[in-house]
């Protein structure tokens, strides 16, 4: 099965960093969030399910226009300091939210199921 250019078993077990950039109603930038994982799997609802180190499952939408091949190097998560070696995939994401209370949640969880 092929997704937005993907094979879907080449994505699972394959390692990801997602970025969240949170914006305002006047997409002025409130907040930035980095998490990474494991793609555990490709929900039917279309979204990909990835295993952070904490065993906490974290999900983003499937979208070829927000997931890249990553170069192979070290990357530093802004927020824990976290050192990331040699990643398969990133993803980045800008979200617009009109409450501000919802922004934990996507740090928490990601993306909510449909």
């Given at each position: 099965?092929?997704?937005?250019?993907?094979?879907?078993?080449?994505?699972?077990?394959?390692?990801?960093?997602?970025?969240?950039?949170?914006?305002?109603?006047?997409?002025?930038?409130?907040?930035?969030y980095q998490t990474h994982g494991v793609i555990k799997e490709i929900t039917a609802d279309g979204l990909i399910?990835?295993?952070?180190?904490?065993?906490?499952?974290?999900?983003?939408?499937?979208?070829?226009?927000?997931?890249?091949k990553a170069e192979k190097g070290e990357y530093v998560e802004k927020e824990t300091e976290k050192t990331i070696?040699?990643?398969?995939?990133?993803?980045?994401?800008?979200?617009?939210?009109?409450?501000?209370?919802?922004?934990?949640?996507?740090?928490?969880?990601?993306?909510?199921?449909?």
């Amino acid at each position: 099965m092929r997704l937005f250019g993907y094979n879907k078993k080449k994505l699972i077990g394959k390692s990801i960093i997602v970025g969240l950039t949170f914006l305002n109603d006047d997409h002025k930038r409130i907040g930035k969030y980095q998490t990474h994982g494991v793609i555990k799997e490709i929900t039917a609802d279309g979204l990909i399910s990835i295993v952070r180190e904490d065993m906490e499952t974290f999900q983003i939408p499937y979208d070829k226009n927000a997931i890249q091949k990553a170069e192979k190097g070290e990357y530093v998560e802004k927020e824990t300091e976290k050192t990331i070696v040699n990643p398969d995939y990133l993803s980045v994401w800008e979200i617009v939210v009109s409450d501000e209370s919802v922004i934990d949640e996507y740090k928490k969880h990601g993306f909510p199921s449909p």
